[in-house]
């Protein structure tokens, strides 16, 4: 990938360095990903070391906090390596964002016993109820990827409102790990490594208020989190966000799939002659006029 780091704040530039080291061992790492349909534990151990997963973590909790465009190229990076793995980093790198747009409570829920905890997802809405003090859910959620590893949930749910009369809300809810069952649900041809299964909350369970936000506060950027934080970037509308944060381990695939194809071109032989050689000595299909 071509370098970009020139406008790199110094703690970006160092999480891009780290990010290229180690990409070797990713990419050596890539098939036994694809077996196992999950990362294997030593990445996810080496993502944590390095720091990756905390691009978009409010500092206030131990993360770094990174500008946008820094974090999406250095999911990027990893997905040179392995495009699952750069796929999970993303997904929990964006889900640091989304967290911290809730109340500040929330995310010293999360991140104050431990910063590394890491967080997946599910948006096919679930069941959700408001009771004293919160909400009461149930659902089940499928592609939650890197569900494995993740110590929290982001779910979606719609809640009925107060009048029979007005459409229900879509809420995001925060539920700890201890309040979900993960079913293996993930057998697909590719990016099997994500392991993107389904989990699912059997009984219902109590999620306090400060662990909802509303889908129009994540719309318009204007969830309580930032009073917390202080970072613009939580402030950022998350639909026009987390495109960027989708697409970058796209990027960085068909990046590693253009190396591959020049390398192969390069070294690729016809006879005892390179096609490279070849092609500088090739006449033009179209002769000079």
């Known amino acids: 990938m ?31 990903a694809e077996k196992l349909r999950r990362i294997p534990p030593e990445s996810i151990d080496d993502l944590r070391k390095a720091g990756l997963f905390r691009t978009l973590q409010p500092a206030v909790l131990g993360g770094y906090e990174l500008p946008l465009d820094e974090a999406v190229l250095i ?5 040179e390596g392995c495009g699952s793995t750069g796929w999970v980093q993303g997904v929990y790198s964006d ?17 104050g016993a431990s910063p590394d905890s890491l967080i997946s997802s599910g948006f096919m809405p679930g069941k959700a109820v408001r009771v004293e003090g919160g909400y009461r859910l149930n659902g089940r959620w499928s592609f939650s990827s890197g569900c494995d590893y993740a110590d929290w949930a982001l779910v979606r ?13 879509l809420y995001m809810f925060l539920v700890p790990k201890t309040d979900y069952t993960i079913i293996d649900t993930w057998f697909v041809m590719g990016m099997s490594a994500t392991g993107s299964k389904d989990f699912q909350i059997r009984d219902e369970v109590f999620v306090p208020e400060h662990r909802a936000l509303s889908n129009k506060d994540l719309t318009n950027g204007t969830g309580p989190g930032s009073e917390f934080n202080g970072g613009a970037l939580y402030r ?8 960027f944060s989708l697409a970058a381990p796209l990027i960085g695939i068909a990046e590693r799939a253009l190396q591959i194809f020049v390398q192969g071109t390069r070294e690729r032989s016809s006879g005892d002659r390179k096609i490279t050689s070849q092609a500088r000595s090739a006449k033009p299909l179209v002769a000079d006029r």
């Open 236 to 243: 950022l509308p998350r639909n026009a966000t987390v495109p």
């Open 157 to 169: 749910s719609f809640v009925p409102a107060a009048m029979d009369t007005d459409s229900p809300e």
């Open 95 to 111: 889900h640091c964002a989304t967290l911290g747009m809730f109340d500040g409570q929330a995310q010293k829920d999360v991140w």
């Open 75 to 79: 999911t990027a990076v990893v997905a």
């Open 2 to 32: 071509s370098d970009a780091t020139t406008s790199f704040t110094p703690k970006g530039a160092e999480l891009l360095s780290r990010a290229r080291e180690l990409g070797p061992t990713l990419r050596k790492r890539a098939a036994e």
